[in-house]
């Protein structure tokens, strides 16, 4: 790959990012879809909108050698919302490159691509690693295969999808309906973060999520705390007990039954041992002075289960605040999950132990029966995501993919047994009975999800040759 088209490359990632893109406004995803479809018609693709329930997804195909195998590719189009008062730029839709001096990264003029080429250059915009930049190495090795007229060495078929970001609530059936349509021979999915050593990633598999909301409620309203304080219950001192007893003082869940069936072999244990990390530099980059103690090692804890708050609302507080009573406290939970602790168990055991700690739980709001009834009210409400998924390492994907990626980056590649994360492949894996491994692109500390997302123009550059090498590696 010539610098003028790692160049071209770069623009057009730019041009993809300042497409808003947040699975939640139909106009949004369709401006998305019709761009996507623009380019892989220009590729010569044969390309059609899958219709759901929901949001629609959009297929592509192209039939290079008529009597060889397909490969499906998975792309993420959509990104998490934003709010553009905690960006470090007016607009993260309108990209910006960034270079940095000392602590900080300052703009710099992107036409400065089309003379110098440094590595650690940054491009900071929403999406622009998760995961529209593994998305355009993929479109950026096609079109440069196109322009030397190469072909790759199987038929490719891509499947894009614009609400992953919401759990990709409609992909499932579209899947089962579109079995034939989508049928290859395994699928490759251009979505998630390298290892933090940033060395070529492939992983095997992800976890799932489940998440559920708590509502612990006290008085029928908010009670001043001077006129009711050490006579009406806080309900926030209940929630605290409550969130405590789900966890001990060394990280582990507590919830009986919660990590029942998962068990690590010897051989797994070696495989993840072989992974390059380092605790001390871990807790370092992390700002954290200990671990959690569910297993030894980073790599390990990801094998299991993990229950996360992941937010709490009650009163209010700082230049709102006020001396209350408040009258509930939403708890907010997810739960990733592994193939040996499937999801509808999972809320199960949660939603009992809630039961076993004395709280009576009600489908709303609790009527004034219940509220002289009961000392313990509350809410329980779940939602399941993405199934988890696992392929194994040594298989016939992974000796492909490694095979494909050698040739670019040596022995210089992790292979990672799960990530933390979650990606909605269960319904591929299960109704087409094909292998998946995700192709990690991106740099560790690319803040996907929060303010200031980036990509490190080394790593958008490894992804395509990344890509080259894998589309023209035989497939058996």
Not at 274 to 287: H, K, Q, R, Y
Not at 349 to 368: A, C, D
Request: glycine share 6%; net charge neutral.
């Amino acid at each position: 790959m010539t610098d003028e088209k790692f160049v071209e490359s770069a623009f057009n990632l730019r041009q993809f990012l300042t497409l808003p893109n947040d699975g939640n406004y139909p106009e949004q995803i369709a401006t998305n879809l019709a761009w996507c479809d623009s380019v892989f018609s220009s590729l010569k693709f044969k390309t059609q909108t899958i219709k759901t329930d929901g949001a629609p997804l959009l297929f592509a195909e192209k039939v290079y050698h008529k009597n060889r195998k397909s490969v499906l590719f998975y792309l993420q189009i959509d990104g998490q919302p934003v709010d553009t008062t905690k960006w470090f730029q007016p607009n993260p839709f309108i990209p910006v490159l960034k270079e940095k001096k000392g602590s900080n990264w300052e703009v710099i003029d992107f036409n400065k691509l089309n003379v110098t080429i440094d590595p650690d250059w940054r491009i900071f915009a929403r999406s622009s690693s998760d995961s529209k930049g593994p998305a355009m190495t993929l479109i950026s090795a096609l079109q440069i295969l196109q322009s030397k007229k190469i072909k790759p060495e199987y038929n490719i078929k891509v499947i894009m999808d614009f609400q992953e970001e919401l759990g990709s609530p409609d992909l499932p059936k579209a899947v089962t309906k579109n079995r034939e349509l989508l049928d290859a021979e395994m699928l490759f999915i251009m979505d998630g973060t390298r290892h933090l050593s940033n060395l070529p990633t492939l992983t095997y598999g992800a976890r799932g999520i489940a998440t559920a909301t708590i509502k612990i409620f006290g008085p029928k309203y908010g009670l001043h705390s001077g006129q009711y304080g050490n006579f009406a219950p806080n309900p926030v001192f209940e929630a605290s007990r409550l969130i405590a007893s789900m966890k001990d003082e060394h990280g582990k869940v507590t919830i009986p039954g919660f990590y029942n069936g998962v068990q690590l072999t010897e051989s797994d244990k070696r495989s993840l041992a072989a992974i390059p990390e380092n605790l001390d530099s871990t807790l370092v980059n992390l700002g954290i002075a200990v671990q959690d103690e569910v297993a030894p090692t980073y790599q390990e804890a990801l094998q299991y289960p993990s229950l996360n708050i992941r937010g709490i609302k009650s009163a209010w507080v700082e230049k709102e605040v006020r001396t209350i009573i408040p009258s509930e406290v939403i708890i907010e939970i997810d739960m990733r999950l592994v193939p040996e602790t499937p999801g509808e168990r999972q809320v199960e055991l949660l939603k009992k132990h809630i039961e076993n700690f004395g709280y009576h739980l009600v489908g709303s709001v609790p009527s004034n029966e219940e509220r002289a009834t009961y000392s313990k009210l509350a809410s329980f409400n779940y939602r399941l995501g993405s199934q988890p998924f696992r392929t194994d390492m040594d298989s016939a994907i992974g000796l492909f993919l490694n095979s494909a990626l050698n040739k670019v980056f040596g022995n210089n590649i992790v292979n990672m047994r799960t990530t933390g994360g979650s990606q909605p492949m269960a319904p591929f894996i299960k109704t087409l009975e094909i292998p998946a491994v995700s192709i990690r692109i991106p740099n560790p500390d690319n803040a996907i999800h929060g303010p200031n997302e980036n990509l490190r123009l080394g790593n958008f550059k490894e992804g395509i040759m990344s890509c080259l090498a894998i589309l023209t590696e035989k497939l058996k």
